[in-house]
C-alpha cells in the first residue's frame, strides 16, 4: 500500500490540461475558495457537474460526489496518482463541488482534479499549481529516537525540519546503511498517504513491520531490517526540497547500533517521579528506565489537581526521551497532585502501557486500549 502554510500566498494557476466530455465538449474549472479560512477549499465546476443537480438544487446524480471526483498529486499527468484526502460536497449554491482537504495544500505544488462518471470513465482532467512560498532553506532540526543505541525491533523514526518540506515519493530520499555503506534493501513501510504533520514539519517513517515480527514472510524472504550488535546510518538525501522548492543542501547522517529485542511493555512501576517544592514552578520530573515515543510523551501524559482540573504548562523531554518534565504556568500549592497516562503510550518498539505491538498481523485483535493509568504525587 502507497498511502503549508501561509495562505495568503496560494494562488491558483491557470488549468493546464483538460480531456474532451465527449459531443458536447466541456472544460473543467477549479478554483479556491476562502483563502483566509484555516482549510481553504477547492470548488470543482464544469456543465456536466451542474446538470447533476436539479432545478431547486439538490443532487440528483445516483452516486455521490465523492466517487465521481479525485483530487491528486503525481509527478506528471502519466505518472502515478496519489489522491488526497479530504470531503467532497455538493454545493446547492453554486451547482458544483467542493473538495475540503484534509491536510493544508502544499506551496509550489502540482494538483490534478479528475471527473469521472457513474462508470468510472474518464470525462475530464484539469490541473492547478499553488503559488510558491517564499525560499527560505530548510534544515533538519531533530531526529527521534535520538539515541545511538536502539532496538533491533525499532518501529519508527520522526524526522522535524525547520519549515514546510514537500510531500510525495519521500522514500527516493530517505535509506539505512549497514557498516559498509551499502543500503538495506526496502527498509520502510511505504505508504501513499506519507505520515505528516499539519504543518508538514514532521514526518513519521514507520519501519516494514512484516521484517520485525519473526515468522511473517517479509522477514524470511528478505531477512531483518536491523540486526543486534551490528552498526547502521539513517541517511537523508540533501536533493531533498522544501515545499518551497530549496534543497537541503546537504545530507543528514545519523550512526546508530542495534542492540537486542525489546519485548517488554512499558512499566509506570518502574517511573521514578521526583515532585516540585510548593509556591515554586519548579518543574515535576519522570524518569523511565527506557526511551519512549516522543512525539506520544508530548501529548499523553497530563497532570491534575486535587480538582481533578488539568494543568497548563509547558513539556520538555531529554536524555534520550527518558526524562519527562512538566513546567506550570502557575506555582504548585500544596496538595495531592495525579499523573494521568494513556495506555496508548509507547516505546520505541511499538509496546504500549496497554498491550504488546508484536502480535500476530493476521489474526484479528482487540483495538489498542485508550484506558488512563494514574500516578499520584504530594507538593509539599
Not at 545511538?148 to 530520499?173: A, C, T, W
Not at 555503506?181 to 505520515?195: H, N, R, V
Not at 514532521?202 to 519501519?207: A, G, S, W, Y
Amino acid at each position: 500500500m502507497k498511502i503549508a502554510t501561509n495562505f495568503k500566498f496560494w494562488m491558483v494557476i491557470a488549468a493546464v490540461c483538460s480531456w474532451p466530455i465527449n459531443a458536447s465538449s466541456q472544460q473543467l474549472e477549479t478554483e479556491i475558495i476562502s483563502p483566509k479560512s484555516k482549510t481553504p477549499q477547492l470548488k470543482i465546476s464544469s456543465p456536466w457537474i451542474t446538470k447533476q443537480f436539479d432545478a431547486q438544487g439538490n443532487w440528483k446524480h445516483r452516486q455521490k460526489p465523492r466517487e465521481l471526483v479525485m483530487v491528486s498529486v503525481a509527478a506528471s499527468e502519466n505518472s502515478h496518482h496519489i489522491p488526497m484526502l479530504g470531503k467532497f460536497e455538493a454545493d446547492s449554491k453554486t451547482k458544483s463541488i467542493i473538495f475540503t482537504p484534509r491536510f493544508s495544500l502544499t506551496n509550489g505544488t502540482k494538483y490534478y482534479v479528475t471527473l469521472r462518471d457513474g462508470s468510472k470513465k474518464k470525462l475530464a482532467r484539469t490541473s492547478f499549481q499553488t503559488r510558491r512560498a517564499k525560499s527560505d532553506s530548510v534544515k533538519i532540526v531533530a531526529v527521534y529516537p535520538s539515541s545511538n543505541q536502539l532496538p533491533e525491533n525499532l518501529l519508527k523514526f520522526y524526522v522535524h525540519f525547520s519549515g514546510p518540506m514537500k510531500r510525495g515519493d519521500i522514500y527516493q530520499f530517505i535509506r539505512i546503511e549497514n557498516a559498509a555503506g551499502k543500503a538495506i534493501e526496502l527498509p520502510f513501510l511505504e505508504i501513499e498517504q506519507e505520515l505528516w504533520s499539519r504543518d508538514q514539519k514532521r514526518l513519521t517513517l514507520l519501519l516494514d513491520p512484516g521484517r520485525i515480527k519473526r515468522g511473517l514472510k517479509p522477514r524470511e524472504e528478505m531477512g531483518p531490517i536491523l540486526e543486534a550488535g551490528k552498526k547502521y546510518r539513517f541517511v537523508i538525501d540533501r536533493r531533498w526540497t522544501s515545499a518551497s522548492g530549496k534543497p537541503l543542501g546537504k545530507n543528514y547522517v545519523k550512526e546508530f547500533t542495534a542492540v537486542k529485542e525489546d519485548t517488554d511493555l512499558p512499566n509506570l512501576d518502574s517511573w521514578k517521579i521526583t515532585a516540585p517544592r510548593s509556591n515554586s514552578r519548579q518543574p515535576l520530573t519522570i524518569e523511565f528506565p527506557e526511551s519512549l515515543d516522543h512525539s506520544l510523551l508530548l501529548r499523553l501524559i497530563q497532570v491534575f489537581d486535587h480538582k481533578k482540573n488539568p494543568l497548563k504548562g509547558t513539556i520538555k523531554i531529554s536524555n534520550h526521551e527518558k526524562t519527562w518534565k512538566f513546567y506550570p504556568n502557575a506555582n504548585w500549592q500544596s496538595g495531592q497532585y495525579r499523573i494521568e497516562v494513556d495506555d496508548r503510550l509507547e516505546d520505541l518498539v511499538g509496546n504500549s502501557v496497554g498491550r504488546k505491538f508484536d502480535v500476530d498481523l493476521f489474526k484479528k485483535t482487540q483495538p489498542t486500549s485508550e484506558k488512563k493509568s494514574s500516578l499520584k504525587f504530594n507538593v509539599r
